[in-house]
């Protein structure tokens, strides 16, 4: 294998490793965060906050189907952390927008992250705590402009016990 092609498939490796540590660290994090939120609505909320994207688009990064985005939209509204806003141009769609209390909500949970996972990458070397600061923010690029795969359609029922014939 060539060494370029390696080191790729070394970092995918890690990655899968490290991702669903880091996954139940932030999950966990941010249930104990007021308010308590989910992954979900602390990334919905983050992109709306710096891309302004609309429910479609949410959609289409997360591979979410349309109708569970909007569900999460309904409650991140109910909640009082998000807003939508009627768009003049085009009526069908709605531009989405932080309210003062989801800004505020969002700016201490990312704060919360950092400190925390501060704190536990602090014994990390400062040569590699500057790598992965200069590699996370492409791998973040680079799964958010691509859709994940779509799940599985579920298997098949399993076929219905036969009744035992009787002797």
Known sequence: MPPARRSQTEAAEALVGVAPLVSRWIERLLAGHVPSLTVAQFLTLRAIAADGVSGSELARRTGVSGPAVSQLLAGLVDGGLLERHELTEDRRRQALALSALGARALASAQTLLRER???VLAELPRPEADALARALPHVEATLSGAAPPRRPPPP????P???RRRS
């Open 117 to 119: 996972l501060s704190s």
């Open 156 to 159: 098949p029922p399993a076929d």
């Open 161 to 163: 016990p036969r009744p």
